[in-house]
């Protein structure tokens, strides 16, 4: 299912959303599976429409978390970073984590040093560190 709007993507979501369609593109020419041909089609017009619907976001550089911001913080006595990016990005394996993520709604907006308190299982959260990408 594709989510109605914008699709908020970083320049490198935006890469991502390419290779996908080209790759896509490429399989598609030589492959003559009928199921895999729809396996295929299917994905190319899901990344199609995200491409279509993909706004490039820039993070601010006004000191404040905000899309694309690479964020350090202290919760439950441990620290953490991440960068809040799109939702086809995210992967928490690898620090990414979606705009959409409960942690990532705590913190948009808030700046180094202040405390936010966030429903369980967040708890209170403490930014350290904010870096524009």
């Not at 979606?98 to 808030?110: E, F, K, Y």
């Amino acid at each position: 299912m594709v989510d109605d709007g914008p699709n908020l993507v970083t320049p490198e979501g935006m890469a991502q959303i390419d290779a996908h369609v080209v790759r896509i593109e490429a399989a598609l020419k030589t492959e003559s599976n009928v199921l895999l041909r729809e396996t295929l089609e299917r994905d190319l017009r899901y990344w199609s429409v995200r491409k279509a619907s993909a706004e490039i976001m820039h993070p601010t550089l006004d000191g404040t978390v905000a899309f694309g911001s690479k964020v350090t913080i202290t919760r439950k006595t441990r620290q953490q970073s991440f960068r809040i990016v799109g939702v086809d990005e995210a992967d928490p394996a690898k620090g990414l984590i979606s705009v959409r993520a409960p942690l990532a709604v705590a913190v948009i907006g808030a700046c180094i040093g202040d405390i936010i308190e966030a429903g369980e299982p967040l708890g209170e959260v403490i930014i350290l560190n904010i870096r524009s990408s």
